[in-house]
């Protein structure tokens, strides 16, 4: 239910705010946005969700600070780190990919990096409020895993434009 909530907000401000903008600008656009959109609704899931529920609740607990020594987990062996790096690229990885492609094609590798270290540190600085760890390896991996997909992002680009210019071209043909 605490989940359903913040689903809903979030489906709320898609459908009142962000749809209507993004269809005038064509096919292509509504595409490319609606896609990082979703995407970037799951990574809240994974990583700071339930929070309108939560908000009330966000001072009653001991803020944890973040752990600053990098893969340290990794050093002492700690847990199931190997999967926790992993499954950090991966998380980020489709970032790194759509990214650029909101940015009308012209984002850098800088700049996504840019991006994607910013949303990796302001979901690692909230998570201890939600009552989560927080971890620098995690902003590493992050960043690491959007390099990634702008690297598959640089290797797909000519069949993703492709696909997008044939969505752009429907556009002015109707």
């Not at 896609?35 to 607990?61: D, E, G, K, Q």
């Not at 950090?88 to 984002?107: D, E, K, S």
Request: aromatic share 18%; proline share 5%; hydrophobic share 50%.
């Amino acid at each position: 239910m605490k989940y359903l909530i913040d689903f809903t907000a979030l489906a709320l401000l898609y459908a009142l705010v962000f749809f209507r903008k993004w269809k005038v600008r064509g096919k292509d656009i509504l595409l490319v946005n609606t896609l990082l959109y979703i995407y970037l609704s799951f990574v809240l899931y994974f990583t700071l969700m339930p929070v309108i529920t939560a908000l009330p609740f966000v001072f009653n607990h001991r803020y944890k600070p973040m752990n600053l020594v990098p893969f340290i987990d990794v050093s002492m062996g700690r847990g199931d780190f190997s999967r926790q790096v992993v499954l950090n690229m991966i998380m980020t990885v489709p970032f790194g990919f759509l990214f650029p492609l909101t940015r009308n094609r012209t984002a850098k590798l800088g700049r996504t990096v840019f991006f994607c270290f910013l949303m990796s540190l302001v979901i690692e600085i909230l998570q201890p409020f939600f009552n989560r760890s927080s971890d620098v390896t995690d902003l590493i991996t992050n960043v690491t895993g959007g390099i990634l997909g702008y690297g598959f992002y640089m290797i797909f680009r000519p069949v993703t434009f492709w696909i997008l210019d044939h969505l752009k071209s429907e556009k002015t043909e109707n």
